[in-house]
């Protein structure tokens, strides 16, 4: 019998999956090696199929194994037309974008490229089963991808790639498919990520002792992106003009983002909703407006938290000679969770969600176009309640009467 053996790599950061049988089922050994486990299982059915030989040329490119076909040599069967491939639909589908940024444009093109088109480009459009999505999905989590990055990859570029397939064309021409193979596919299950938001004083007491204690400048920064739940690149973006000391707020006016893998100032936000007032509580103030009449002393300061260079911080640098050695010095000193940055902007939207203030406020504080992101994505569940429903249901049963009218 074939077996199907995980074969990480050295430095454990990708894995393969190797086929394994003897020829003839008591022969020599003989393996092949798949990227995607859904790939290595349906090889291996075909190599018992076949008295544990490899399958012939015809059920290889039958089967999408056209590239192992000895000598490199794909024999194709001759199509009555030409078929669309989904490669040569996104594609077109790329081109025709009006919105989204080029760098975003690029981001897709390039998650296309790396996850999608290996496994689909050269499949006709129109004959994409809902089965082959879901093999799709769950080789990109045994390949090792997060289930976060799978619900981009495919809710930025593929669903709606397929979305657009469904619809007929600009001049009236019959829709591609007739229905989308990614309608009701969930996510493929995995490992559930550990919650990274602070939950109480304490915690957020902890993380910023840690923050100061490792680098006040970055600290700063670091409080400031807490108390506001700004993105990295709106903090890190912040001039001092966006600073309203009177009013006690901050404004998003422009925002740093990576272009051709280069972090350049943009002189509007991402959305019209990314435009926004936020306000800062008397301590952050302070921080804030120190900074701000520092710039004003520093010829050519054009941000409120600088780095030792006195440009803007690059997300990559803050990351490995601030952020890592914070984030582990608060977890030794008691934080219970491994935080991210972005975790933060979940921080404070989820307390300003348990605290009760309106859904237009936060979904205005969080620069979302729709309070649906904010609730789902954003605000978590804590232990904030624990203590209310006590009370409430201790009240309610009234046991405390009853045992001691009992004894």
């Given at each position: 019998m074939a077996t199907v053996e995980k074969r990480p790599s050295e430095d454990g950061k990708k894995i393969r999956w190797r086929v394994k049988w003897r020829t003839g089922g008591s022969g020599k050994w003989a393996s092949q090696q798949f990227d995607y486990q859904v790939d290595a299982k349906r090889f291996k059915a075909l190599v018992e199929a076949n008295s544990h030989r490899v399958p012939p040329p015809d059920q290889l490119v039958e089967h999408g194994f056209g590239h192992l076909v000895p000598g490199g040599v794909t024999p194709a069967p001759q199509p009555a037309e030409e078929k669309l491939t989904f490669r040569a639909y996104a594609d077109e589908w790329l081109g025709q974008l009006v919105k989204p940024h080029p760098e975003t444009v690029r981001k897709y093109r390039e998650r296309?490229?790396?996850?999608?088109?290996?496994?689909?480009?050269?499949r006709p459009i129109a004959e994409i089963?809902?089965?082959?999505?879901?093999?799709?999905?769950?080789?990109?989590?045994?390949?090792?991808?997060s289930a976060k990055t799978i619900a981009n990859i495919r809710g930025?570029?593929?669903?709606?790639?397929?979305?657009?397939?469904?619809?007929?064309g600009e001049d009236g021409e019959p829709a591609v498919r007739t229905s989308n193979p990614m309608d009701g596919l969930p996510l493929p299950e995995g490992p559930r990520a550990e919650r990274d938001i602070l939950e109480s004083p304490d915690?957020?007491?902890?993380?910023?002792?840690?923050?100061y204690a490792v680098d006040p400048e970055a600290a700063d920064l670091l409080l400031c992106k807490l108390a506001t739940g700004l993105r990295w690149g709106e903090v890190s973006a912040l001039p001092p003009r966006a600073v309203n000391v009177a009013r006690g707020t901050v404004s998003i006016v422009q925002v740093l983002r990576k272009v051709n893998r280069r972090w350049v100032v943009e002189p509007k936000p991402k959305t019209k909703q990314g435009y926004r007032e936020v306000p800062l509580t008397a301590a952050v103030l302070r921080v804030v407006a120190e900074r701000v009449?520092?710039?004003s002393r520093e010829q050519g300061r054009q941000f409120v938290f600088v780095a030792p260079r006195g440009n803007h911080w690059r997300y990559e640098d803050f990351y490995t000679d601030r952020w890592v050695k914070i984030?582990?010095?608060?977890?030794e000193r008691g934080l219970p969770r491994r935080m991210t940055m972005h975790g933060l902007r979940h921080s404070l939207l989820t307390l300003l969600a348990t605290e009760g203030v309106d859904l237009a406020a936060l979904r205005t504080m969080a620069g979302h176009a729709s309070?649906?992101?904010?609730?789902?994505?954003?605000?978590?569940?804590?232990?904030?309640?624990?203590?209310?429903?006590?009370?409430?249901?201790?009240?309610?049963?009234?046991?405390?009467?009853?045992?001691?009218?009992?004894?």
């Open positions: 296309l490229e790396k996850h999608v088109y290996p496994r689909i480009g050269d089963t809902r089965r082959e999505m879901r093999e799709w999905q769950q080789g990109l989590r045994d390949g090792g991808l930025e570029t593929v669903v709606p790639i397929f979305k657009a397939a469904c619809r007929p915690e957020a007491r902890l993380f910023l002792e840690a923050a009449a520092a710039a984030r582990d010095l608060a977890r309070v649906t992101t904010t609730m789902n994505v954003y605000v978590h569940a804590t232990r904030r309640h624990h203590e209310p429903v006590r009370q409430i249901v201790g009240d309610f049963l009234g046991v405390d009467d009853l045992t001691a009218a009992g004894r």
